[in-house]
């Protein structure tokens, strides 16, 4: 009966039963919202800190001093309050990962323990930033500032140089609609790819955080994530032009609001995930699989030393 109470007092428990349930919380908060890409970064994410945290477990020191316990707990038990008086998903909901991390990395390990979860913490600031097109915004006004133009310009822009290069002629006007003999297609704001590259962009950072990359990676894999974004949403508007030509009306809907848009936003991701997969060095990944295994023989041979005795 006594071994059976043991895992209960253990404060890893307490610790690992709180942080699962914060989690599906929050991804719950976040389904709520009817928003499937949201949904879809942040199971990335908590999956990618949960698995962070899990490899380092046996080296974190689970030591914490009272004030950073109760600040942990005063900080956690305010979001929460304030979550119950959100009638819908917002700016708040997204900072919620963040906020949780923070409140349990001073819970479990105190103001002096926050650097053992640094990359972690710079995970859930990432995702906590606010709407779906924060990094992609910070790009368009780039775009702006450089050549003058619109993220949807530009979309549009390369729409119809790829359908003339295909064999449908098409002419830009007024930089955003793009006309065909049979129709006329406006490419708005939704439709620049803000919300992929976004996406994507959030991996490659993501990426960066979870593995040893590249020095030259490090640079690229947010310039290939723009690229992807970019390109895979443009082959997306160019397929919706051509429906939109031949009359195909019902098509055009599904490529355009209904599951087809999202089919791109997963080709992006696949491809993203192909293309800087190689930027991530094996020498350091050997070399955390092989100091496991001295770990886990330190740790059974104890035992056997105390049997002898």
Known sequence: MLDTLKP????????????????????????KTGDAKSFSVSFIFWGAVLSMVWDK????????????SLFGTTLLSLALFKVVQISSGGAFVQALPLLFGLSLALIASGYKGLGQYRQEL?????????????????????????????LAEVT?????????????????????????????VYVHDGCSGGGVIDFLMRLSFLLMLVFPIQRLGKFLAPLIAIAIGFLTNGVRVMV??????????????????????????????ILFGLVAFPFIQPGALSSESEAEP????D???????QKEE
């Not at 209960?8 to 349930?21: A, E």
């Not at 710079?122 to 368009?140: D, K, M, T, Y």
């Not at 740790?299 to 030393?305: D, I, R």
């Open 8 to 31: 209960v007092k253990d404060t890893r428990y307490w610790l690992l039963g709180l942080t699962v349930g914060l989690v599906l919380f929050h991804l719950f908060l976040t389904d």
């Open 57 to 68: 477990k046996d080296q974190l020191n689970l030591e914490s001093d009272r004030f950073s």
């Open 122 to 150: 710079l995970a859930l600031g990432v995702l906590a930033l606010p709407g779906e097109r924060f990094l992609s915004n910070i790009l368009q006004a780039l775009l702006q500032a450089v050549r003058g133009q619109e």
């Open 156 to 184: 549009a822009q390369f729409t119809a140089l790829g359908l003339n290069v295909a064999g449908l002629p098409v002419e830009l006007h007024d930089a955003v609609y793009v006309h065909t003999t049979q129709s006329v």
């Open 240 to 269: 919706m032009v051509w429906l939109v030509h031949q009359g195909n009306t019902a098509a055009f809907d599904y490529w355009h609001t209904g599951t087809g848009s999202q089919v791109f936003g997963a080709i992006g991701v």
């Open 294 to 297: 001295e770990l886990s023989a």
């Open 299 to 305: 740790t059974t041979v104890a035992p056997e030393t």
